[in-house]
């Protein structure tokens, strides 16, 4: 009974870091720069080049900017990371995304009149 007993404890922790232990799950796009303005409100995975990116760096906080679609402010989508979710990435993602694809995971929302994503995770952004 005790060996019985041993085996199922071996089987449920070995069953339990297996689950931690998978990779992230990688995001499937679905919508571009011609259909994210139609998802305000949703959520999405986004897909597309970034434009232009830029990295600010101020006393109350840190932040990305990423525009689709042209520069700011005549781009058609942005993404927003904040320092709180960048961390210690925030002086390497404009390196890291430039000129990439990305796939950005995101509620959709209005800022002056335009579609962004403020991206709540860094799960939530990967390189296509």
Known sequence: M???RNLFICLFLFAGSA???QEPATLTCTDDI???AAQVGKEVVFCGTPSAIKAVTKPEGNRIYMDF???YPDNTFSVTISGKVSGDEH???KERFEGKELMVKGTVALYKEKPQIDV???EDIQVK
């Open 34 to 36: 011609r259909t994210v």
């Open 91 to 93: 002086e390497k993602l």
């Open 69 to 71: 679609g042209g520069a």
């Open 2 to 4: 005790l060996h019985l």
């Open 120 to 122: 709540k995770r860094m």
């Open 19 to 21: 689950l931690f232990a």
